[in-house]
């Protein structure tokens, strides 16, 4: 599979990246600033701005899929999420690219999610000392539900860099307290190479015993 990546350059960019190369994938990598990415003979990376349609065309022309691990970072705009994936879905529309991955916070809320305390209170934390992070990602999921896309968005808690632990995804909940960013990179890659979750917004949570 093809697969671009936008914001290939973050921690969890970077991991799902180094999974989908080492299973046979081909990725085409939209980054900022410097590269962290190892070379592959299977990897191209390009610098881009996710806000420039111009740009974004470069890495999803001729793709099978498209992977956004965009998200807020020190010094990012409080739209961040919103603005680059106007761009992308424009920009995939136009290239006839019709499945996209997304992922986003467990703020982001569907009919019928199973909320734990824990989810509950972290988010009210989050939404107390920086609201538009949140209002960004709820209006990043419908910019995406009302596209005409294959979408899913991949919903999480709290992303660490620890090692990976069994997971399951499921369309309500509830989530796992924190997500190991090697779990989010396997959950991404299973949907894409399963093509589940078509138009829904799994969240990662913890293995059925």
Request: cysteine-free.
């Amino acid at each position: 599979m093809k697969i671009a990546v936008i914001a290939a350059n973050g921690r969890t960019g970077q991991a799902f990246v180094e999974q989908a190369l080492s299973v046979g994938h081909i990725v085409t990598a939209g980054i900022h600033g410097k590269s962290y990415l190892k070379e592959h003979d299977n990897l191209k990376i390009l610098e881009i701005d996710a806000t420039n349609e111009e740009q974004l065309k470069t890495i999803i022309i001729n793709q099978d899929a498209v992977a956004s691990f965009i998200g807020h970072v020190k010094g990012s705009k409080p739209n961040v999420q919103t603005e680059s994936m106007q761009k992308i879905i424009s920009v995939m529309q136009a290239q006839g690219v019709k499945r996209l991955i997304s992922l986003t916070g467990t703020g982001v809320r569907f009919f019928g999610d199973k909320i734990s305390i824990i989810d509950r209170i972290l988010n009210l934390f989050i939404n107390t000392i920086d609201p538009a992070r949140i209002l960004d990602g709820k209006s990043h999921a419908e910019i995406i539900k009302n596209s005409n896309l294959d979408w899913t968005i991949i919903r999480v808690l709290k992303l660490q860099n620890t090692k990976a632990k069994q997971f399951e995804l499921s369309e309500n909940g509830p989530t796992k307290w924190y997500v190991s960013r090697t779990d989010v990179a396997k959950a991404v890659l299973q949907v894409l190479e399963q093509n589940t979750f078509v138009n829904k917004a799994p969240i990662i949570g913890k293995a059925k015993k």
